[in-house]
C-alpha cells in the first residue's frame, strides 16, 4: 500500500530520510486529545460484578491500556497526495513536502516470519497497519476484544477519530515502542514538492542526498481552471547516480556449519553460499552477519544468520533463507524469517 506523509521541515525530514530513520510519537505527542478515547462502562461493570473470576481479565485490560497510554508508537499517514487541506495544515501551506511510503515493505521488515504466538513478545506483530475509522461517538470496549489475538483491541482503540478528522483519511502503523527506529530505505518510493515549493536549488539538494535510492520526484499542481490537485513527475537530477547501499557487511570470520567440507561438491555448494552472502551483506536493518549453514542435497539450502538492529525490542536474529537449484544454477530467496 503506498501511503503518504505531510511533512514541513525540509531540513529535518530529508535528514531523517537520509538516515534511513522514522520517527513514532506516543499518544501525548499527537494533535488530538481525544485520542484512544473509548467506552468501557459496560465492560467495567461485568468485571465488577464477576470479580472472583475476572482478574486475569483485568489484568489484560490494564496492560492493553498501559500499552496505548504508555509503549506505543504511532505512526499516521495519509491514503490521498492529493488532499488541499493536509497540505496547508501539515506542509506549510504547501510550501513542504508529501513523503510516499511503501507501508509493506516497512512491515515486512520488522514482522519477517513473526511468529504470532510466541511468548517471548507480549504484542503482536511488531507493527500493525490500522485503517482508521471515523464516527460520532467513543467505540465500545467489550470483553471480546480481548483474547489471545490482540489485534481486535488495538484497531478499537487506535483506529476509531471523530467525523470531523474524516477529511485525513488516516491509515497508522503501530509500532510496539515509541521514538525514533530505523526502516528499510527501499520503502521511501516518492517525493511530493508543494505547490509553494519554488526552490529549484532545494529540490535538487534533496535529490542529491537521496540520490541512488530509486526515489520518484513529482510537482504538486492544481488541474486547470479546477479545485482539483495533480501532480507531475520531475526529472531526477542525479538518476544516473550509483545504486544507494544502505550495508556492507563483512563476513570473512564467520561461522560455518551443514554441508561438510568433505564432501564431493563442497566448494559448488559455498560458491552459492557466498553469492547468498554477497546478497545479505547489503540488506538494511541488520548490523552483523554472525553464520551460513549449508544443508545436505537432494534439497540443498542456505540459512545465514545476521543480527538485527534493535531499536523496537525486535527479536535479535534474522535469517535468510535461500533455495539453491543446481539445474538453473540459481539460488532462489524465501521469505526471511525471525529466530
Given at each position: 500500500m503506498k501511503l503518504y506523509k505531510y511533512r514541513c521541515d525540509i531540513k529535518r525530514d530529508i535528514k531523517m530520510l537520509v538516515e534511513n530513520k522514522l520517527f513514532a510519537p506516543n499518544k501525548k505527542k499527537l494533535n488530538d486529545p481525544t485520542e484512544m478515547s473509548f467506552n468501557d462502562s459496560e465492560f467495567l461493570d461485568f468485571l465488577d460484578k464477576h470479580k472472583e473470576h475476572s482478574l486475569p481479565v483485568k489484568k489484560q485490560f490494564d496492560d492493553i491500556k498501559d500499552f496505548t497510554k504508555k509503549k506505543c508508537g504511532i505512526f499516521s499517514l495519509s491514503k490521498c497526495v492529493r488532499n488541499e487541506l493536509l497540505w496547508a495544515y501539515y506542509a506549510k501551506g504547501h510550501k513542504g513536502f508529501c513523503i510516499e511510503y511503501n507501508s509493506d515493505i516497512i512491515m515486512e521488515s520488522y514482522n519477517y516470519e513473526l511468529e504470532t504466538k510466541n511468548s517471548l513478545l507480549k504484542y503482536k506483530p511488531l507493527v500493525q497497519l490500522i485503517e482508521v475509522n471515523?464516527?460520532?461517538?467513543?467505540?465500545?470496549?467489550t470483553g471480546d476484544l480481548l483474547t489471545d489475538d490482540q489485534t481486535p483491541a488495538i484497531k478499537c482503540l487506535f483506529g476509531t477519530k471523530s467525523e470531523s478528522w474524516k477529511r485525513?483519511?488516516?491509515v497508522r502503523l503501530i509500532f510496539n515502542k515509541y521514538g525514533l527506529t530505523e526502516i528499510d530505505y527501499r520503502a521511501v518510493t516518492g517525493i511530493y514538492f508543494g505547490m509553494?515549493?519554488?526552490d529549484k536549488n532545494k529540490k535538487a539538494d534533496v535529490m542529491q542526498k537521496l540520490q541512488g535510492?530509486?526515489?520518484?520526484?513529482?510537482?504538486m499542481k492544481f488541474e486547470d481552471k479546477s479545485y482539483k490537485m495533480d501532480f507531475d513527475e520531475i526529472e531526477d537530477k542525479y538518476a544516473s547516480a550509483p545504486k544507494y547501499?544502505?550495508?556492507n557487511l563483512p563476513y570473512d570470520n564467520i561461522s560455518w556449519s551443514g554441508l561438510p567440507s568433505e564432501y564431493p561438491d563442497y566448494k559448488e555448494y559455498k560458491k552459492f553460499a557466498i553469492r547468498a552472502l554477497e546478497f545479505v551483506r547489503k540488506e538494511p536493518c541488520i548490523n552483523k552477519i554472525e553464520s551460513c549453514y549449508i544443508s545436505l542435497p537432494p534439497n540443498?539450502?542456505?540459512a545465514i544468520t545476521t543480527a538485527v538492529n534493535d531499536d523496537f525490542n525486535t527479536y535479535p536474529i534474522k535469517i535468510y533463507r535461500f533455495d539453491?537449484?543446481?539445474?538453473?544454477n540459481e539460488i532462489i530467496p524465501r521469505r526471511f524469517q525471525r529466530s
Open positions: 471515523y464516527q460520532d461517538s467513543y467505540p465500545v470496549f485525513e483519511n488516516e509553494k515549493f519554488y535510492r530509486g526515489i520518484k520526484y513529482y510537482q547501499i544502505s550495508n540443498p539450502m542456505i539453491i537449484d543446481i539445474t538453473t
